[in-house]
């Protein structure tokens, strides 16, 4: 996959936020932690597929993907794998798949399986 720099992701994100065409986005294996959370959460929820397994995604931006997610989203495919999801309870993931046709989330032992996106 395309490794960005910092000040790339966040454009494409700042970018995204305006761009109501854009529907599929693989991202993974790129570090999104930089990504104002909201942003982040509001453009992965206009799209109808997303793969940002393994970007280094916060658990506050986390938080808020799944957040928008359970409650409104063109979502059709997510991917989040590979981020740390440890404190989230069941009931948030539950809520959010019931929403997403194909919701990918098996919760890794991040220390066991390795982060995926380590410069």
């Known amino acids: 996959g395309c490794r960005l720099k910092h000040d790339q992701v966040s454009k494409l994100f700042e970018m995204m936020t305006e761009n109501h065409n854009i529907v599929h986005l693989d991202i993974s294996q790129n570090d999104l932690s930089d990504v104002s959370s909201e942003v982040l959460a509001t453009v992965i929820n206009k799209l109808e597929h997303a793969n940002v397994s393994h970007t280094k995604i916060t658990r506050n931006q986390m938080k808020n993907i799944l957040i928008k ?3 409104n989203t063109s979502l059709r495919y997510l991917n989040i794998k590979g981020n ?11 809520r959010t798949s019931k929403k997403i046709k194909e919701f990918h989330y098996k919760l890794e032992n991040l220390d066991l399986y390795g982060h995926g996106c380590r410069w």
């Not at 740390?84 to 539950?94: A, H, Q, S, T, V």
């Open 69 to 71: 997610c359970s409650m």
């Open 84 to 94: 740390d999801m440890e404190i989230y309870p069941n009931d948030l993931f539950r």
